[in-house]
């Protein structure tokens, strides 16, 4: 029996969530424009049902699925973008029909999988907990873009705690990805839940630089669909500052991120 049970319980209600904003969208409302440039609604929701399918062929079928990362390493720039345009022309009532089905069958593989099972993925493997929680941030992040074209606020829940912990262990990552020297040391970080006011703390308590602010500003600022600019999130020490700059949540290539809002518009930093 997996390890991964409550990560992926939390995983569906994520999804459960985000399939209730968009299951009585219109055919127009499929077509509204998100944040991602030229990405729709329909584009995220392709882009999920992608990515799971993707996590289904490393769970089931690793020599498959490593055909599929000589595609994407054969074009790093365009393969995300390409899978997401593929199913976006599909009728909306086929494409949410084809995201359920997929993200229902990823939760029993992943659930059934073994304590200690190890996946491949398109950077190290990764054990199955880590492997639902990355789909959580991705469904939480993209969700997040949906909301935005739809004009919807999202309360925010203690899931945000799986989408925090990727952020702080990708800081490595987000250094090495643009070719920049890796801190020596590590950082604390302490963050507030957004529903309990509990801290939410990770890295050593007397280390010289720290990160603090709202788990929520931080997860906008680490999956980056927020600017640093509009967001409540403080660094203290200039490496810790110079990641904050450059944070991100998701393997790949650096993301562009979003532009910060005009002056006087954004309001929590």
Sequence with gaps: MSDALPVLDDLRSESDELDGLV???SDEEWSLATPAPGWTVAHQIAHLAWTDRAALLAATDPDA?????????????????????????LPPAELLAR??????????????????TRLPWYGPPMAVPSMASARLMETWAHGQD?????????????????????????????FAVRGLSVPGEEFRVELTSP???EL??????????????????????????????????RAEGP?????????????????????????GAGGRR
Excluded: M, N
């Design 195 to 197: 529903v309990t006011g």
């Design 239 to 263: 490496d810790a500052d110079h990641w904050l700059d450059i944070a991100q949540a998701f393997a790949g290539p650096p993301g562009a991120g979003r532009r910060a809002k005009p002056d």
């Design 65 to 89: 699925f490593a055909a599929e990362v000589e595609k994407a390493a054969a074009a790093p720039g365009s393969f995300v973008d390409e899978g997401a345009a593929e199913g976006a022309v």
């Design 146 to 174: 949906v909301a935005d074209a739809l004009g919807v606020t999202r309360a925010p829940t203690d899931r945000l705690r799986h989408v925090a912990r990727i952020g702080v262990r990708a800081r490595d990552f987000a």
């Design 99 to 116: 995201w359920r089905a997929g993200r229902d069958e990823l939760w029993r593989t992943l659930s059934e999988a073994p304590a200690g």
């Design 23 to 25: 299951a009585r969208l």
């Design 200 to 233: 939410w703390a990770y890295g050593p308590e007397d280390a010289a630089q720290r990160v603090t602010g709202p788990a929520l500003d931080f997860c906008l600022l680490v999956t980056q669909r927020a600017h640093r600019s509009d967001l409540s999130v």
